[in-house]
């Protein structure tokens, strides 16, 4: 079994809703990251060449990566701000917003429970 994601405060992230051997002593309530990333003009002109002659857009994931990471990040301190040792059941999701889908949001929720 993989181990689950842990930050720097010792916070616990999971997707599944349960942690095998660690039962859920409290829950503290739904916790939330969002982060919104805007596309960048250059970005997306290698992107698209790459696109056309193949290959993958390392600058578009690198950025996709980023937000994911500072998304389970703001999870985190939530959780923390309400006593949690974990956050269970997360789940990530990814959309595209603003005019002509000039944005990117990525989003992380779940459950902040004491284990």
């Known amino acids: 079994m993989a181990s689950p994601w842990k930050d720097a405060r010792g916070i616990i992230v999971s997707t599944t809703p349960t942690l095998e051997g660690r039962p859920i002593q409290e829950y503290c309530g739904i916790v939330t990251g969002e982060v919104i990333v805007g596309a960048n003009l250059f970005r997306d002109l290698f992107a698209g060449i790459r696109d056309i002659v193949g290959g993958r857009a390392g ?53 902040a429970v004491r284990i």
Do not use: C, F, K, P
């Open 59 to 111: 600058s578009y994931e690198q950025v996709l990566s980023r937000a994911r990471t500072e998304a389970i990040q703001e999870l985190q301190a939530e959780a923390a701000a309400m006593g949690a040792n974990a956050v269970v059941a997360v789940d990530l999701d990814y959309e595209v917003i603003g005019a002509n889908g000039s944005m990117l949001m990525v989003s992380a929720s779940g459950t």
